[in-house]
């Protein structure tokens, strides 16, 4: 159900041409603009890294606007309550969902670094090209599951995409996708530890540039897999209250 | 004294009836809470990348962030009207079209200034900017020029909406390349001599660059002329749009493509 569900919603976003245009230019404006920066700084050894720091912002950025946007979609389609009746639980309904946006977020990332291999000339040389595909599945599974948890929160607020706006740049920062997370002030430190995008942005880096990828690795499963935990009672807790509050429908 | 009236009435109007549905925690996240950590990410990464100082990225930012309300905000000007049905009586209006379209920008213009004033406040006590208070006029002045401009580009790109469909494609497409081309986050020096030239061509480069000079302390007039150009685009751009909004509608009459979606 979760394969079907998934191929189902990748179909879907595929047909729209808000969400084709968006996914194939966004991650090349925002991968030209880190590659700019990071030559600008004579630190053209580091210009792979940027590019996939870029390409993981829009996995990010597909997951967020997607699981919210999901949503918000099935509201204006009148079929979200046809969702939420149907006889398994939610969370099996909307995975499939935010696993789908994390899936098409891949292209961000395979596009940045086809785009910086072909125009800029940057050499794929991963230290690990092994773990960095196992990082890469691993980091779309978890945002994937992310999103969930979002999209718990989504189908209560009517203005979800407004919440989807605020936490585009915060995730990015915060994570180290392009900005290491030790330039930032300590306090961050323990929400970036609990983000599984900070853990699937080192995996990401590690497996380029060198280091201990497979503890990352691990911890930003685990993560992810406690975002499904939580998510799937998050979800069933917001779906009651949105269906004794009658807001389910309210676009 | 009726057209001024239509200008700026009937757009503070428009604007009102967003309130009908948007909230004050959606405004205030959408559009003080995102920008303000757009501008960090790249004050950090600036910061990493020792590119330029803080003040290069903080001015900078400060000033694209009007981009948020006015690129989407003028584009939505017209595109909502056909969302909701109401383009139809909009062009049935006895009175001049442009000016009710261009009166449209001006409210967007003025949010700008004031995201753009709010995200400098806070980007600069977050990270420690001094600013010259004889600067703040100059700046209040480049963010009301750089929003107006760049309102204007948004309802440029408002009119292709009565000819396409998909205005947020346009308009999300626009906001991701002013982060490229305007020089605000990289130095102009470093990208490309198209992309350079392109970013002339664009709201906010130069309103960025002359709100920069005032940070710096070099005074209102360093920074005339960069004003005067971004005042030149900004006209050019409400030309462009009072031109495209009278062909499109033309042609949308013609061809009964008015409120198709």
Redesign the interface.
């Known amino acids: 159900m979760l394969a079907v569900g998934t191929l189902l919603h990748v179909k879907q976003m595929s047909r729209s041409p808000f969400e084709i245009t968006i996914a194939l230019v966004v991650p090349i404006v925002q991968a030209t603009l880190a590659v700019y920066l990071f030559r600008s700084a004579a630190g053209s050894h580091r210009l792979l890294d940027a590019a996939v720091g870029a390409g993981l912002m829009g996995v990010w950025s597909s997951v967020l606007f997607g699981s919210g946007g999901a949503i918000q979609n099935q509201r204006w389609q009148g079929t979200l309550e046809m969702i939420m009746i149907a006889p398994r639980r939610p969370v099996l309904v909307l995975l499939p969902v935010t696993l789908a946006t994390g899936l098409t977020g891949t292209y961000a990332l395979l596009a940045t670094l086809a785009w910086g291999r072909l125009l800029y000339g940057i050499r794929l040389d991963f230290v690990h090209p092994f773990a960095f595909v196992i990082a890469a599945v691993v980091c779309v599974i978890a945002l994937g599951m992310f999103g969930l948890l979002l999209a718990s929160t989504f189908v209560l607020m009517r203005n979800a995409n407004a919440l989807a706006n605020t936490l585009e740049y915060p995730i990015w920062l915060v994570s180290g996708m392009l900005v290491p997370i030790t330039v930032l002030p300590v306090w961050t430190g323990p929400i970036a530890a609990v983000l599984p995008t900070t853990w699937g942005a080192r995996a990401l880096h590690e497996a380029t540039s060198g280091g201990p990828v497979w503890p990352s690795v691990g911890i930003c499963l685990g993560i992810s897999l406690l975002c499904l935990v939580f998510g799937g009672f998050s979800l069933t807790y917001v779906e009651r209250r949105a269906r004794a509050a009658a807001t389910l429908a309210l676009a | 004294m009726k057209t001024l009236r239509l200008l700026t009435i009937g757009g503070v109007i428009a604007y009102r009836a967003l309130f009908n549905w948007?909230?004050p925690?959606?405004f205030i996240?959408?559009l003080f809470?995102?920008p303000l950590?757009?501008l960090?990410?790249f004050a950090?990464?600036g910061?990493?990348?020792?590119?330029a100082d803080d003040r290069f990225y903080i001015v900078g930012n400060a000033v694209l962030t009007a981009t948020l309300a006015c690129v989407f905000g003028g584009t939505l000007a017209v595109g909502n009207e056909r969302r909701y049905g109401t383009l139809g009586h909009v062009l049935l209006s006895p009175r001049s079209r442009t000016v009710v379209f261009l009166g449209r920008a001006l409210p967007y213009a003025g949010n700008g200034i004031l995201i753009a004033v709010v995200t400098l406040t806070a980007g600069a006590l977050l990270l420690g900017l001094r600013i010259p208070p004889a600067a703040l006029p100059g700046l209040l002045l480049a963010m009301a020029v750089g929003s107006l401009s760049c309102a204007f580009f948004g309802l440029t790109l408002g009119a292709l909406g009565l000819r396409f469909r998909?205005v947020?494609?346009i308009s999300?497409?626009a906001v991701?390349?002013l982060?490229?081309l305007t020089g605000v986050?990289?130095?102009a020096a470093?990208?490309p001599g198209w992309m350079a030239a392109a970013g002339r061509w664009l709201p906010i480069t130069h309103a960025a660059e002359a709100a920069r000079r005032l940070a710096a302390g070099d005074g209102l007039t360093a920074a005339l002329p960069e004003l005067g150009r971004e005042a030149l685009v900004g006209l050019g751009y409400a030309v462009l749009a009072a031109l495209l909004l009278k062909i499109f509608e033309t042609e949308s009459r013609r061809t009964a493509s008015l409120e198709t979606i």
């Open positions: 948007t909230r925690s959606v996240g959408t809470v995102g950590f757009q960090l990410f950090y990464l910061r990493q990348l020792q590119v998909d947020w494609v999300n497409v991701a390349l982060l490229l986050n990289v130095p470093a990208l």
